[in-house]
Nanobody, 116 residues
């Protein structure tokens, strides 16, 4: 059983930056990929960025060049550095982890609000 605990959300003005953290525990050796999704009011949850156990990364087109995902393996923590934030980035951000057996785990979510 993998537990994911997110932190770092908040309120920021457009153009500002935030860094989200996701600390993973329990069975992290089994993780194939870990990343971030977001869900805005009235919209479907969407992938923001993810990183695989091999170190590869992928990003949603809407955040390329602005967001960076990274991981500290020693701390079992994944970060999402978000720069040049826009009001349309406002959403609840969820940490997601997938095991090699395609079992998914979700964090509780952290609110990011970007004011115009």
């Amino acid at each position: 059983q993998v537990q994911l605990v997110e932190s770092g959300g908040g309120l920021v003005q457009a153009g500002g930056s935030l860094r989200l953290s996701c600390a993973a525990s329990g069975g992290t050796f089994s993780l194939k990929a870990i990343g971030w999704y977001r869900q805005a009011p009235g919209k479907q949850r969407e992938l923001v960025a993810a990183t695989s156990s091999g170190g590869g990364t992928n990003y949603a087109d809407s955040v390329k060049g602005r967001f960076t995902i990274s991981r500290d393996i020693a701390k079992n923590t994944v970060y999402l550095q978000m720069n040049s934030l826009k009001p349309e980035d406002t959403a609840v951000y969820y940490c997601n982890a997938r095991t090699y057996w395609d079992i998914e785990y979700w964090g509780q979510g952290t609110q990011v609000t970007v004011s115009a």
